[in-house]
């Protein structure tokens, strides 16, 4: 006979945000793994607090971001405002707590839902964060989501910004190690989504001038391109495309500088926009298969309080590109 189960009053329980996260941390980075493929978690972990820097960037805060890599250990300081000093536990520890629910301050960011920072602390060993702010200084450190010191704010003559220091949780990470040839390549896509910005890799500058154009010519071989790559730049959004002799299309999308693998709505109306304008042009109905047959191409766009499938972000699911805005579709 099939045992009988329970169900009542006992079996409901309440977690809180470091137990859920610890308990069902698919949910929130996606697969775990020990770093040996790109898509790691280890790797959504440092994308997670690149990410917030990456904002201050955009928002017109801080030139360079600093990411050191060593004995398993990842440091990343930016240059931007900082974390406010009197939020600075709050910002990294309780859930749905951030300065991005207010589109005025960070109208097309990334991480919007305040959950990305504190599922790196509570899957961290060791979890690190320190906030500058005109002369002073504000440290808190915590084990597994808990904190386990709250300094007193100090005096200091560093520059504002906000330093993370974290060590994955071994024991959810099993035998974990970082690919430098990941992390750079993942260090890369943020260069050429904001040209100009200095990420510094364990003391290697990576810059870009030319944004997706350097992009593409570094994924392709310029002998392999039908034709010089076209690069085209305008409010919230930019484009690099080419024809090259492979099969199938390949394509690099992204939204608010997340490198959307999936794709999503703004690929769908990407592709459809070049054949449109294909067939536009030369007044031809050709086929789509055709038009579309070994094209090679990035696109990023900027939308506004973004609508992704899942917390890792990797497909749009959005349709306008802001509240007010006009579609995806349109836009593109």
């Not at 305040?114 to 961290?124: C, D, E, P, Y």
């Not at 386990?148 to 190690?177: C, M, V």
């Not at 299309?249 to 999936?262: A, D, H, I, L, R």
Request: net charge positive; charged share 25%.
């Amino acid at each position: 006979m099939t045992e009988q189960v329970t169900y009542n009053e006992d079996n409901i329980r309440s977690l809180d945000w470091k137990e859920h996260i610890r308990m069902r941390p698919g949910m929130y980075i996606g697969k775990l793994g020990d770093g040996s493929a790109a898509d790691d978690g280890i790797y959504i972990l440092i994308k997670e607090v690149i990410d917030n820097s990456i904002d201050e960037y955009v928002m017109g805060y801080g030139r360079s971001i600093e990411v050191t890599i060593q004995d398993g250990r990842v440091r990343v300081r930016d240059y931007g405002r900082g974390i406010p000093l009197g939020k600075v536990v709050d910002c990294v520890s309780k859930i749905n707590t951030g300065g991005k629910y207010d589109s005025k301050a960070f109208k097309k960011s990334v991480g919007l839902n305040g959950v990305g920072t504190k599922a790196v602390n509570a899957l961290s060993n060791y979890f690190m964060v320190k906030a500058v702010r005109d002369g002073k200084a504000k440290v808190a450190e915590f084990r597994q989501g808990e904190l386990i010191k709250d300094h007193r704010q100090t005096k200091t003559k560093e520059e504002n910004g906000t330093l993370i220091e974290f060590e994955p949780d071994a024991s959810i990470f099993k035998k974990y190690k970082f690919r430098s040839d990941y992390v750079e390549n993942q260090l890369w896509n943020y260069a050429y989504l904001n040209a100009g910005l200095k990420i510094i890799f364990n003391g290697k500058t990576l810059v870009s001038k030319n944004g997706l154009r350097d992009l593409l010519e570094r994924k392709v071989n310029a002998e392999n391109l039908r034709y010089p790559i076209i690069h085209l730049k305008g409010e919230d959004i930019e484009v690099a495309l080419s024809h090259g002799n492979q099969y199938g299309e390949t394509y690099f999308s992204f939204v608010n500088g997340q490198n959307t693998t999936q794709g999503g709505t703004h690929l769908n109306a990407f592709r459809q926009a070049i054949v449109d304008t294909v067939q536009k042009h030369f007044n031809k109905s050709y086929d789509r298969r055709d038009v579309l047959a070994s094209i090679v191409a990035a696109v990023s766009i900027k939308v506004e309080e973004p609508v992704f499938e899942s917390q890792t972000k990797t497909k749009l699911g959005s349709t306008d590109m802001g509240p007010k805005g006009p579609t995806v579709q349109t836009f593109l």
